[in-house]
């Protein structure tokens, strides 16, 4: 698939108590991925929960935890349960095979198997994990800024939203509009448009306080940043440094625009959300309230926040 994207390198979990086991498979696998390692099945479920793993490779026999109960175990956690294992028989029967499998496995190596076999059956599943993450990324990427899509922000926003409730934080989100931009693309073109689009995106995506922070396209030229932990104050204050760095890019602006650069508007809200099965406020009630709030920068004559 030809993205323009760069997956980051894939990362394999060895499990294995021997240590000349993780030696050897360490030097097999260290130049194609990341290696993480646990020495029993137990550490493997806590390694497969805390961190960003892509397969595991685990001897059938680990300790404290077998493969296959590392498997049952894996499977049944709705944060793990897309994680490949590939468990490695030290004396393979046709029984454990099936057992293993009938676990989740995805598949069931031999340890007599040759190097370059072992090498080649990792590498394919490995491919699989891969394409999926790129269609991952896809479906969720918009594809001319690079921020993320509406798809995207409604399942992220959904789980800002219920943390929220949980821990009684406020949430602030901007709706980020481009002022006059029909007049930009009737004056520049569409392609310049584009061009225009992409800066201002990634201005906006500069312009997030803190790592949770989330920009995403919203539509057409159309911006969302969501504030996890922001109250309406904070979200104030990036609403006024983002129309400071739009300012700060000095884009020649379309004759009829009536400013010497391209400004964009923004409409800020914030909200605690509660939990109260009678009003089942929604977290769309967020989008709803900054988007009349942009409407009203708008109308007030663009290139501020409301
Ligand atoms: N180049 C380009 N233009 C786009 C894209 N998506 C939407 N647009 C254009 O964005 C313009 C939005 O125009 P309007 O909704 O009238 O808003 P506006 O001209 O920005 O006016 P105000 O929002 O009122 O300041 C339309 O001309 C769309 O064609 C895109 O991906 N690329």
């Known amino acids: ?14 499990v294995d108590a021997d240590k000349q086991q993780i030696a050897t498979l360490r030097r097999m696998f260290s130049h194609e991925y990341n290696i993480e390692v646990a020495q029993d099945g137990k550490h493997a479920a806590n390694s497969a929960f805390d961190m960003d793993i892509d397969l595991i490779l685990c001897a059938v026999n680990s300790p404290l935890i077998s493969g296959s109960e590392l498997c049952a175990l894996v499977k049944n956690n709705p944060i793990t349960r897309h994680i490949p294992i590939i468990l490695l028989a030290d004396n393979a029967t046709a029984d454990e095979e099936q057992m293993c499998l009938e676990a989740g496995a995805i598949d069931y190596i031999s340890r007599a198997t040759l190097p370059p076999i072992l090498l080649s059956r990792v590498r394919n599943h490995m491919g699989l994990v891969e394409h999926q993450k790129m269609l991952e990324h896809v479906s969720s990427t ?3 800024t690079g ?8 399942t992220t926003l959904n789980r800002v939203w219920h943390a929220a409730i949980r821990a009684g934080h406020s949430i602030g989100l901007l709706m980020i509009d481009i002022d006059h931009f029909k007049f930009y693309n009737d004056e520049f073109g569409h392609i310049q448009g584009d061009e225009c689009l992409k800066l201002v995106a990634s201005t906006i995506a500069k312009s997030k306080y803190r790592e949770e922070d989330f920009a995403a ?3 057409g030229e159309e911006f969302v940043l969501l504030l996890p932990y922001t109250t309406l104050d904070g979200a104030k204050k990036v609403a006024k440094a983002l129309l400071k760095n739009i300012r700060q890019l000095k884009i020649p602006a379309p004759s009829r625009a009536g400013s010497d650069r391209v400004t964009v508007s923004v409409g800020v809200a914030a909200m605690s959300p509660k939990f109260d099965p009678l009003q089942n406020i929604s977290p769309m009630e967020l989008i709803n309230q900054a988007d009349m709030q942009l409407f009203k920068a708008k109308r007030a004559g663009r290139d501020r926040l409301c």
Do not use: E, H, I
């Open 1 to 14: 698939m030809t993205t323009g994207y760069t997956l980051p390198r894939s990362t394999l979990l060895l």
């Open 142 to 144: 918009d594809g001319l």
């Open 147 to 154: 921020l993320a899509n509406r798809m995207q922000l409604d």
């Open 217 to 219: 396209r919203y539509g």
